[in-house]
């Protein structure tokens, strides 16, 4: 089954490099109308300008889960180490019956690894929904450059569609056709609902009755503020962010209530062995049947009373 999974993880990441960096997969071209005020807002200029650069954004959906996982979890475990329960129930057989895993790093390397396939997983619907619909970026002819003149844009209403019809860098031009969904709001959201469930699943301790919502809804402001920077510097549209935002929730809740079963442990098997309800079984006492002296016997008496 690790093997199994291993694979699965390996697939996932290849498929997200293929989107992110080749042009394996081509980009549909979709066309436009003449002066269309839906894509004549200026350009803001490349992504490392964005006031939330994608360097920043990265490192911060990377970083910060797993930083905060392996925090809650070691202080999960140390509180509980006195108790078996926490033990029994985290325990796995790796080889027979003589090597066991680490409860903690078990528990650890399952949040942590779901949470990295989800962010592979959000990146890849991401890249996969921009690719299908090309949708326009705000600042498309910013960057294209169409020559209205040649194209015969006298009339407002005059369509134009193919690659010819931009005379800007082929390589913006191409970026400002992968727009939705926003995967910049799809990768925010998904991390802060994500470390949300976690933090409200996991944390327990006296006096965070108001530190977690607190603390929770500051993630998901944030990953809100992402999105909204993305409309105002004319990036994304709203139908954009909202669809990443949509994209992003949808994964990590059903990673979070599917896959790790709102990050509980495994239940405690049975401490009544597999014979037992058998053995149960067979001491209930089942009614015999009256034998032919008993019916004689019986009908008598009631003749006689």
């Known amino acids: 089954m690790l093997y199994f999974q291993a694979v699965i993880m390996a697939g996932t990441v290849m498929l997200a490099y293929y989107f992110e960096y080749t042009d394996t997969f081509a980009v549909n071209v979709q066309g436009f109308f003449c002066h269309d005020s839906a894509y004549r807002q200026p ?9 939330v650069p994608p360097a920043l954004l990265y490192s911060l959906a990377a970083g910060v889960p797993a930083l905060v996982i392996i925090v809650g979890e070691t202080a999960v475990f140390c509180l509980q180490l006195a108790t078996r329960d926490f033990e029994s129930q985290e325990k796995t057989v790796l080889t027979g019956d003589c090597c066991y895993i680490n409860p903690l790093v078990r528990r650890t390397a399952r949040f942590l690894g779901v949470y990295t396939f989800g962010l592979f997983a959000t990146d890849i619907f991401a890249n996969a929904g921009q690719v299908v619909t090309g949708n326009l970026a705000p600042h498309f002819l910013a960057l294209c450059r169409p020559n209205y003149t040649a194209l015969g844009c006298q009339q407002l209403t005059q369509f134009i569609s193919g690659e010819e019809a931009c005379t800007g860098d082929p390589e913006l031009v191409l970026r400002a056709r992968k727009t939705f969904p926003s995967k910049e709001a799809a990768l925010s959201v998904y991390a802060a609902v994500y470390l949300t469930m976690y933090i409200t699943s996991t944390v327990n301790a006296k006096g965070t009755r108001l530190a977690k919502p607190v603390l929770c809804l500051g993630l998901l402001c944030l990953a809100f503020l992402t999105g909204l920077n993305r409309v105002a510097e004319h990036r994304n549209h709203w139908a954009d962010v909202i669809a ?30 597999p014979g037992a309800a058998l053995a149960h079984a067979r001491t209930i006492s089942i009614p015999r049947a009256a034998s032919p002296l008993e019916k004689n016997h019986i009908t008598a008496f009631a003749e006689v009373t």
Do not use: D, M, T
């Not at 350009?43 to 006031?51: F, I, L, M, N, Q």
């Open 244 to 273: 990443g935002f949509l994209v992003g929730i949808s994964i990590a809740v059903f990673l979070v209530v599917c896959v790790v079963n709102n990050f509980r442990g495994r239940q405690p098997e049975s401490k009544h062995p």
């Open 43 to 51: 350009y803001p200029g490349p992504e490392a300008r964005s006031a």
